[in-house]
């Protein structure tokens, strides 16, 4: 059973930063692919970031590219989305999100919520202006 652990969640001011984090368990041999998204109430699931774990390449929307950041700790075992700049808009909950087999198409196509297999539980990330 493949288990994701959202954290790391807040509140803060316009301009400030978090860090999100994501501890995965549960598989074996590891996902292709993590990702974030984000849902705000009466919105769809937005991809935001993804890395391909074992290149370390990664991928993100036109919303966040610049100000967020995902990267990988393998020796934690951990997923993170250092987030800068923050804005009132960037208000959501925020999902870590797992693919298990490879991808062959594009950034945008891995973004989409269909892609992947599976969600964290979610932290709620609350910014104010």
């Known amino acids: 059973q493949v288990r994701l652990v959202e954290s790391g969640g807040g509140s803060v001011q316009a301009g400030g930063s978090l860090r999100l984090s994501c501890a995965p368990s549960g598989y074996t041999g590891g996902p292709r692919y993590m990702g974030w998204f984000r849902q705000a109430p009466g919105q769809e699931r937005e991809g935001l970031a993804a890395?391909?774990?074992?290149?370390?390449?990664?991928g993100y929307s036109d919303s966040v590219k610049g100000r967020f950041t995902i990267s990988q700790d393998n020796a934690e075992n951990t997923l993170y989305l250092q987030m800068n700049s923050l804005e009132a808009e960037d208000t959501a909950m925020y999902y870590c999100a797992a693919r298990l087999e490879p991808f062959y198409g594009d950034w945008r196509s891995l973004l989409l919520r269909g892609s992947w297999d599976y969600w964290g539980q979610g932290t709620q990330v609350t910014v104010s202006s």
């Open positions: 890395i391909n774990t074992g290149t370390s390449n990664t």
